[in-house]
């Protein structure tokens, strides 16, 4: 098929596309559509390649950044909304590692960890049951695992690296993060949510250092608002920087 899709359909321009929508809106005012929003700049209701002036190289060729989902529902339904997210678009899920023990294996039932990005909130006394359902269920060490204790201290490093080296399981996992998501809902600034990521991480970093503890791989966790183009200027500056 040599044929270019779409090729029966005249091409329109800019000029086009706005007469046909003000033509639609049927005397309703084009400039209700254009968005002013709190950054200073107008968002329009549609964009063509003209809006470009001028062409940009893709910032990054890959991507790195797992859409997730984290709930703090009852025990009842977390794994039926669980589910629900994975089964439309979902690549990752939150999970505090409290809600195992007794749970478990319920609150896991049907999703498979190695297909996904799972991320475990632990203290010292959850990881033996977080362990012993990891060994039971996924016999090699994931790849794609996240094991983190959250708030991390300076005193706390040296027991936490040594309680995880005590499970295979967790050979392979990245073990220390930053977690934004809280200054997120808390509507906080994206510069700060960038500024605040950045600083735990180095925070972490170096008091591994200072212990003389090689520094593992990590993850960043960020929450996503409503301002499009606000919310990808953060995601990639985060990954610039």
Request: charged letters at 20%; a negative charge; glycine letters at 6%.
């Amino acid at each position: 098929m040599t044929e270019k899709l779409f090729s029966e359909f005249k091409p329109s321009n800019l000029a086009e596309w706005k007469s046909q929508l003000i033509k639609d809106l049927k005397g309703e005012d084009f400039e209700t559509l254009r968005w002013h929003n709190d950054n200073g700049f107008i968002v329009e209701p549609f964009y063509t390649a003209e809006h470009l002036s001028q062409s940009y190289e893709p910032a990054f060729t890959h991507c790195d950044w797992h859409i997730g989902v984290r709930t703090s529902g009852d025990m009842e339904n977390i794994n039926s909304e669980w589910l629900k997210a994975l089964g439309h678009g979902a690549e990752a899920i939150t999970v505090n590692a409290f809600q195992f023990g007794h749970f478990g294996e319920k609150i896991l039932n049907g999703i498979r960890l190695d297909f996904i990005h799972p991320s475990f909130k632990a203290s010292l006394d959850d990881l033996p049951a977080l362990a012993a359902y990891l060994e039971k269920n996924y016999p090699q060490p994931l790849s794609n695992l996240a094991v983190n204790c959250g708030k991390f201290l300076p005193s706390y490093y040296q027991n936490w690296f040594d309680a995880v080296s005590n499970h295979a399981c967790f050979s392979q996992a990245k073990l220390i993060s930053s977690d934004t998501t809280l200054y997120n809902n808390l509507n906080c600034l994206p510069y700060y949510e960038v500024a605040l990521a950045i600083a735990e991480l180095v925070d972490r970093i170096e008091g591994l250092i200072n212990k003389k503890l090689p520094p593992p791989d990590f993850v960043v966790e960020m929450g996503v608002g409503t301002d499009y183009f606000v919310e990808m200027a953060k995601f990639r500056a985060l990954r610039r920087l």
